[in-house]
């Protein structure tokens, strides 16, 4: 059987924020309960001609640059997202075209809420693992939204990381993989809802945490480890403190988890949520890093992998921008009613 | 004002990929042509992501379908390598672009046809 790893990656983050205090003094709420209570400081937002689709692009460009290949060698290209920009018309023929890779290329969109990214780098993995392709990119990316006013609002972002797999020049194996499922009523959107409704604090234990352990568990069993002979561990980041409890009941060290936790400064990206904490991680780790990441997306369920980190890293880090200065450099803060505009919650007089 | 299908179909190894054509003396053609000046013949070309602004305008009252940038720069873009491309200079304080200043060509939605037409994807540039 061939052998199937990262071979690149890519992330993008848009340059426009918006602070909490924004936020919560337009609502008349208390900013500090958020920062101190859910660890959130700012979250990005997507400029007016940005949506999933131009983020996942950008992000596949990146890590097109990173393997070194062109984009006619993808065999399979898939989106993860909650955010598809058409009810109606495949993201990913648009993304497949813009990066060159049609038309041998197979396609599809999926969906899962916020992991709907990871799903989408495991069915590429297998692919490459089965040997029906030679190259294939998996993308998590999101242009997420928050009714006004609503918990969520203060956390749903915008960003996308994308990963291309391959059995040749790997940068990083795939040491084991495992998924944890449930029929799990915590989020949802139905047809033409503009704005998903939640299950308040249900969305916490018998879902995030249940289904994020259950994973981590789960594949850290079947391999024989702990969490001491990881380096780092990536959890999927809906608000600053979910991840952070999640590891420490796991036995994971906080400073095994802050190199992936962009959550306080980024916000929510859903689906590209745990795929973006794990490209700041491959951006600073070094040959024989041993990495745990786990997704977790409403409905509900997780995606674990083991990862271990290649000597032939080193040769590709720098040679597409980084996650964390895209989201600490070039910032523009947005107030409320840019924000409001920007993200279509109010509309001008036509 | 919507676009005809056929017309942003046939439009897309441009607007998405910025496919150009360079001739044997090494002028570049972006868009491709039929036929190029002196009879010459041309290979297909990329044009790279990232060039540097040549001259601009900053446009205060656009088309209506471009309102909700207003205002934005408008500029044309030298490439490195060769090839111009009149490009929106985005993520950018529209004061603060100056000529030569570096930028990197990003995929953007440039329109969008109403609540049911087609979504417009294409090029802008951001600095670099």
Redo the contacts between chains.
């Keep these: 059987m061939p052998e199937s790893g990262i071979v690149g990656y890519g992330a993008y983050i848009p340059r426009y924020r918006i602070k909490v205090e924004s936020i919560a003094s337009t609502w008349g709420a208390d900013a500090e309960n958020y920062k101190k209570g859910l660890q959130l400081k700012e979250k990005s937002v997507p400029g007016l001609d940005q949506d999933t689709i131009t983020l996942s692009v950008e992000a596949a460009k990146y890590a097109l640059k990173r393997a070194g290949i062109d984009g006619s060698s993808i065999g399979a290209a898939y989106v993860g997202s909650e955010s598809h920009p058409y009810a109606v018309k495949p993201t990913g023929t648009i993304l497949s075209e813009a990066i060159g890779a049609t038309p041998e290329c197979h396609t599809a969109d999926f969906e899962f809420a916020c992991k709907a990214g990871t799903e989408a780098m495991y069915n590429v993995y297998s692919q490459v693992k089965a040997g029906l392709i030679e190259y294939g990119l998996g993308i998590g990316g999101d242009t997420s939204q928050g009714a006004p006013g609503d918990a969520l609002e203060y956390s749903a972002s915008a960003g996308a990381a994308a990963y291309i797999f391959g059995s040749k020049d790997i940068i990083v194996s795939v040491d084991a993989t495992y998924a944890y499922m449930t029929d799990t009523p915590d989020f949802w959107r139905r047809e033409y809802e503009h704005y998903p409704q939640h299950g308040g604090r249900f969305t916490g234990e018998p879902a995030y945490f249940k289904h994020t352990l259950g994973a981590a568990e789960g594949i850290m069993k079947r391999a024989g480890m702990t969490a001491d002979d990881f380096d780092y561990a990536v959890f999927h980041q809906p608000n600053g403190k979910f991840p952070m409890a999640a590891g420490k009941r796991l036995g994971f060290p906080r400073e095994k988890i802050e190199t992936g936790w962009l959550v306080p400064w980024l916000g929510n990206t859903y689906s590209g949520a745990s795929p973006l904490g794990l490209s700041a991680v491959l951006d600073i780790a070094k040959p024989g890093d041993r990495i745990l990441m786990v997704s977790f997306g409403s409905g509900a369920g997780s995606d674990a992998f083991i990862f271990t980190v290649l000597d032939h890293i080193l040769e590709v880090q720098d040679k597409a921008p980084m996650t964390r200065p895209q989201l600490d450099e070039n910032k523009i803060y947005l107030d409320y009613g840019n924000y409001a505009k920007f993200r279509g919650k109010i509309l001008r007089n036509k | 004002m919507k676009i005809r299908s056929p017309r942003y179909h046939r439009e ?1 190894p441009q607007r ?2 910025l496919e150009a054509a360079k001739t044997e003396s090494g002028k570049v053609f972006f868009p491709p042509r039929a036929y190029y000046p002196g009879g010459e013949k041309a290979e297909p070309f990329r044009m790279s ?1 990232k060039g540097k602004v040549l001259t601009y305008t900053v446009i205060h009252t656009p088309a209506a379908e471009y ?3 207003a205002p934005f720069a408008l500029g044309i873009i030298e490439l490195d390598g060769g090839g111009r491309i009149t490009s929106q200079i ?2 950018v304080d529209p004061s603060k672009v100056k000529i030569g200043m570096r930028v990197k060509v ?5 329109r969008t046809e109403g609540d049911e037409g087609l ?1 417009c ?1 294409g090029y ?1 540039v ?2 670099e």
């Design positions: 897309t998405y990929r992501d309102s909700d940038l985005v993520d990003e995929f953007r939605r440039i979504l994807y802008k951001v600095p």
